[in-house]
């Protein structure tokens, strides 16, 4: 399973990259979408990515998926979602701060998953 971090300036880009996420590439998502302190999300990507992050976003939301870190990345780079998308793999130790923020996150209103049964 994956951990996602998607960080965009608006609702509404955040609610589309998690739609292409599962339909274009092909990501299952498990559970509700979180909502993540925009600005804790820059400090995580300025981590991972060793340096400042070009553009501060305005919203982020954190969701798992329940395919593996390779295939999340690699299904990712083939799609061009209207948000800053991340995998934080396990390897880091941002994962681990990412779940423990997200156990007790609000769920990102709006989003529903096309592939859910009713």
């Not at 590439?25 to 992050?53: C, F, Q, T, Y």
């Amino acid at each position: 399973m994956a951990l996602i971090l998607l960080r965009a300036d608006s609702r509404k880009k955040l609610l589309n990259a998690l739609a292409d996420i599962e339909r274009h590439a092909n990501l299952k998502i498990k559970g509700n979408p979180r909502l993540v302190d925009n600005k804790m999300a820059d400090e995580i990507v300025s981590s991972i990515l060793g340096g400042e992050v070009k553009r501060k976003s305005s919203v982020a939301v954190a969701v798992n998926v329940e395919e593996d870190d390779t295939t999340s990345i690699l299904r990712i780079k083939e799609i061009h979602p209207p948000a800053h998308v991340i995998i934080v793999s396990k390897e880091y130790p941002e994962n681990r701060l990412l779940r423990e923020l997200i156990r007790e996150a609000p769920i990102f209103r709006g989003y529903y998953s096309h592939k859910r049964e009713v």
